[in-house]
């Protein structure tokens, strides 16, 4: 019996071959160092059984012991090789026909597409009884109650049909709603999307922002005139990529390929690239950054976005308005220091300035 209350089998590399081809509904992924069972894997296959491994090797943390090689887990959950959990849930690569969620604290869960729609009206249920808990501590119940209810809640071509009247039927009514909020108020759009929702609401993590203010609308992706002469987008994406060999993590960045350790500054390195290379890339350093997009502050033809750097459990939170000026990108400003209520006040950091080349600071 697990923390969590069930019964689960512990496995290892003996067991890969009963395993091979099981079908698993649901998949706990958890980073090295991750908090909870770190290197952990937990999974619930159709027949309700759960089970548990590690892929770490004994000497690489202590307390862990390793169950099942990172070369015999990936055969026994063969969408493990096209998934990349990116840092703290931004960045993600999901493996086709699986839902991504993010636990927090490193910890990654992926649920079969058929499953998902009953698996999130489950989950929802459980955490809404239950408001002080999170996802991390109830997705198991939530497959398991679904597994018991029987397997009819598994996707047929008639409940498929049905799903897709209804994707329909909500698609046309959605469209009207926000062609009519334009029209009202387009401000309302930044308070009803914001950059990064979550299915569980009750999910609350250290790295997620606050993104409900029209003051602040954070965003992974931002589109303006840059160059201050054609329209493209910017997006910000997690600058390293991630593999795993023989139970130990190995980093790709600018071409170079290592083997990661933990609190390296590549935990930290983005880069924000146009879509169109209207501008050059630009790296920043810091923990899950997102723009802001500032239009023209100073009036001078070219748009500039902002990032506010935080983490939520320190004093790091400065404001960097970014530029493109003389082929290369600059602060607009000098750093703006904020207070930690910012996000929570729903007040605009900078405003364009009263004649050109003036930028107002709130």
Request: proline share 4%.
């Given at each position: 019996?697990?923390?969590?209350?069930?019964?689960?089998?512990?496995?290892?590399?003996?067991?890969?071959?009963?395993?091979?081809?099981?079908?698993?509904?649901?998949?706990?992924f958890?980073?090295?160092?991750?908090?909870?069972?770190?290197?952990?894997?937990?999974?619930?296959?159709?027949?309700?059984?759960?089970?548990?491994?590690?892929?770490?090797?004994?000497?690489?943390?202590?307390g862990?012991?390793?169950?099942?090689?990172?070369?015999?887990?990936?055969?026994?959950?063969?969408?493990?090789?096209?998934?990349?959990?990116?840092?703290?849930?931004?960045?993600v690569?999901?493996?086709?026909?699986?839902?991504?969620?993010?636990?927090?604290?490193?910890?990654?869960?992926?649920?079969?597409?058929?499953?998902?729609?009953e698996?999130?009206?489950?989950?929802?249920r459980?955490?809404?009884?239950?408001?002080?808990?999170?996802?991390?501590?109830?997705?198991?119940?939530?497959?398991?109650n679904?597994?018991?209810?029987?397997?009819?809640?598994?996707?047929?071509?008639?409940?498929?049909?049905?799903?897709?009247?209804?994707?329909?039927?909500?698609?046309?009514?959605?469209?009207?709603?926000?062609?009519?909020?334009i029209?009202?108020?387009?401000?309302?759009?930044?308070?009803?999307?914001?950059?990064?929702?979550?299915?569980?609401?009750?999910?609350?993590?250290?790295?997620?922002?606050?993104?409900?203010?029209?003051?602040?609308?954070?965003?992974?992706?931002?589109t303006?005139?840059?160059?201050?002469?054609?329209?493209?987008?910017?997006?910000?994406?997690?600058?390293?990529?991630?593999?795993?060999?023989?139970?130990?993590?190995?980093?790709?960045?600018?071409?170079?390929?290592?083997?990661?350790?933990?609190?390296?500054?590549?935990?930290?390195?983005?880069?924000?690239?146009?879509?169109?290379?209207?501008?050059?890339?630009?790296?920043?350093?810091?923990?899950?950054?997102?723009?802001?997009?500032?239009?023209?502050?100073?009036?001078?033809?070219?748009?500039?976005?902002?990032?506010?750097?935080?983490?939520?459990?320190?004093?790091?939170?400065?404001?960097?308005?970014?530029?493109?000026?003389?082929?290369?990108?600059?602060?607009?400003?000098?750093?703006?220091?904020?207070?930690?209520?910012?996000?929570?006040?729903?007040?605009?950091?900078?405003?364009?300035?009263?004649?050109?080349?003036?930028?107002?600071?709130?």
């Amino acid at each position: 019996m697990n923390g969590w209350g069930y019964e689960i089998t512990e496995i290892s590399d003996k067991d890969v071959q009963a395993l091979t081809g099981s079908d698993i509904v649901a998949f706990q992924f958890a980073e090295p160092g991750a908090m909870g069972y770190h290197g952990g894997i937990f999974f619930v296959t159709s027949d309700s059984k759960l089970y548990f491994t590690c892929y770490l090797k004994p000497s690489d943390y202590s307390g862990n012991y390793a169950g099942m090689s990172w070369e015999n887990l990936l055969l026994v959950f063969p969408p493990l090789k096209d998934f990349n959990h990116g840092f703290a849930g931004h960045g993600v690569i999901s493996p086709e026909g699986w839902e991504y969620e993010y636990l927090g604290c490193g910890n990654h869960l992926l649920v079969k597409q058929s499953f998902w729609e009953e698996f999130t009206r489950e989950a929802k249920r459980l955490l809404s009884e239950q408001p002080d808990t999170i996802l991390y501590n109830q997705w198991m119940e939530a497959t398991l109650n679904i597994l018991k209810a029987g397997p009819e809640v598994l996707t047929t071509s008639h409940s498929m049909k049905k799903k897709t009247v209804r994707i329909i039927a909500f698609a046309i009514v959605a469209a009207i709603v926000v062609a009519a909020i334009i029209i009202w108020h387009p401000w309302v759009i930044i308070d009803c999307f914001p950059a990064e929702p979550s299915l569980f609401d009750p999910i609350e993590d250290d790295f997620c922002p606050v993104n409900s203010v029209r003051g602040h609308a954070e965003r992974e992706e931002i589109t303006g005139k840059f160059d201050g002469k054609t329209t493209d987008t910017l997006r910000i994406s997690f600058a390293a990529k991630t593999e795993y060999v023989d139970s130990s993590m190995y980093v790709t960045l600018d071409g170079k390929r290592f083997e990661a350790e933990n609190n390296e500054d590549w935990e930290y390195l983005w880069d924000i690239k146009a879509s169109r290379g209207t501008v050059p890339d630009l790296r920043v350093f810091g923990v899950r950054p997102l723009m802001v997009f500032e239009g023209d502050l100073d009036q001078n033809g070219t748009d500039e976005f902002g990032i506010l750097f935080t983490w939520q459990t320190s004093a790091c939170r400065t404001y960097e308005v970014y530029t493109f000026h003389d082929g290369q990108w600059r602060w607009l400003i000098p750093q703006v220091r904020t207070a930690e209520s910012l996000r929570a006040s729903g007040k605009e950091l900078v405003k364009q300035g009263d004649h050109p080349g003036e930028v107002k600071v709130t």
